[in-house]
């Protein structure tokens, strides 16, 4: 039986740990509601991961609230700097494993779900990744039923039965648009299509530069998908039958993923398809999963590298900027796999101009990957195979892939390191 939101999350009491649904399947609905509760609450915590949409409960101002992130996005970024709330890095795979055993206690689960079909059953839709684990570890359940949430295939069906309070309000879900390919990205994608071969599994997130790379591969055959996420990238490759994951050894014929985020296509495309299984992060992202796959091509960027291949990937310094996800988990799949290749992609410089090839990392800066971890690494100016290599060795190969402007300064500073 359905009930209003008002209701709903009356239910939620001070004190109380809260996980918000990931993705674009946070429910704007009852987050809406659950702000307007803000000064009736006290010393509420929210757990989340990468959320699209508003987040009005992690405003500066907002007291009654404080988010403990494991991954961040823009709507909560400020929030995280500013100290108002707290970052826990952890890998992706491991999220479902810390609200099982109560590490991260969840109180009550704020979720989207399809309308139930005609046994009950609702979709968790495009976001299963941790928000599995975290309905099934939750002492209450909320759920907004939305009928633009997509129903997918795969592990996150949830009966009807185990959501405690219903609330029907259907409103679209946060899309994300695809930016104009610049002819940096354009490079570094063509760059990294020559990294890939026929019959590979891929692995990407969202973005330009996984985009770029996407773009480069219509004339490749047989490709398969693995990945935590993906987005509508894809959906050319498929419609041409680049795409068809015949190859692999894990759930060959399928598209695996635990969330997908993009435009209303790519919500279209995965509603009720079997070609697009979404399951929990803790077995996509399990490297032991992953590596069974051959040919395992991981794509994962990064803000800064140092010399000897040490990858910043979730912080500029000490202020956080995104969060550890997937990466290592990934990197190491491929690593293991047959024919792997694990990529680090990032342009040769920031915006303003600044090396994100750097002699040594910013002070506070998180390794997401380390040295040892790494083998390969793109930008725009080619590809350094660091595998294998030592720390001289290097030093030479990441300079010669980084902007020309700044050559000179990371071979001086190469040399005094090394004296």
């Not at 206690?105 to 139930?116: E, N």
């Not at 599995?132 to 570890?137: D, E, N, Q, Y």
């Amino acid at each position: 039986m359905s009930i209003s939101a008002e209701s709903a999350v009356a239910n939620i009491r001070s004190g109380d740990s809260i996980f918000i649904h990931s993705a674009a399947a946070a429910p704007q609905h009852l987050i809406q509601k659950l702000f307007e509760r803000k000064d009736e609450l006290r010393d509420v915590t929210i757990y989340q991961i990468h959320t699209e949409g508003a987040a009005p409960y992690a405003d500066d101002s907002v007291e009654a609230f404080k988010v403990k992130c494991l991954f961040v996005g823009p709507n909560i970024r400020k929030s995280i700097q500013h100290g108002h709330g707290s970052y826990i890095p952890v890998f992706l795979s491991e999220i479902p494993r810390l609200f099982s055993s109560r590490t991260l206690p969840i109180d009550v689960a704020l979720i989207s779900v399809s309308p139930p079909d005609e046994h009950g059953y609702c979709s968790l839709g495009p976001s299963v990744d941790v928000s599995l684990a975290a309905v099934l570890a939750a002492k209450t359940v909320i759920a907004q039923v939305n009928k633009y949430i997509p129903r997918t295939h795969g592990d996150g069906l949830i009966h009807i039965g185990n959501i405690n309070h219903l609330v029907k309000f259907d409103e679209p879900i946060p899309e994300v648009e695809s930016g104009k390919l610049t002819e940096t990205e354009l490079s570094i994608g063509r760059n990294i299509a020559e990294l890939v071969e026929d019959r590979a599994t891929l692995q990407m997130g969202i973005g330009n530069i996984p985009n770029a790379v996407l773009a480069a591969l219509g004339n490749h055959k047989d490709l398969g998908i693995h990945t935590e996420m993906f987005s509508d990238g894809i959906l050319p490759l498929v419609e041409k039958g680049v795409i068809t994951g015949r190859y692999k050894k894990k759930h060959p014929g399928k598209i695996i993923s635990s969330f997908v985020m993009g435009s209303r296509s790519i919500y279209d495309f995965i509603d009720d398809n079997p070609l697009v299984n979404l399951l929990s992060s803790e077995y996509v992202n399990d490297a032991r999963v992953i590596s069974r796959n051959p040919k395992v091509t991981a794509i994962n960027s990064a803000i800064e590298v140092d010399l000897t291949g040490q990858v910043c990937a979730d912080s500029i310094g000490h202020r956080i900027y995104s969060g550890v996800g997937g990466q290592m988990d990934f990197i190491r799949g491929a690593s293991l796999s047959e024919g792997g290749r694990p990529i680090i992609a990032l342009p040769s410089t920031t915006k303003s101009g600044e090396s994100k090839i750097v002699p040594v990392l910013k002070s506070g800066a998180g390794v997401v990957t380390t040295r040892a971890h790494v083998h390969y690494l793109v930008t725009e100016y080619g590809v350094a195979n660091l595998y294998g290599k030592t720390l001289a060795e290097r030093a030479k190969l990441l300079t010669e892939i980084a902007h020309p402007d700044h050559r000179e300064d990371l071979e001086r500073a190469a040399y005094e390191m090394q004296r």
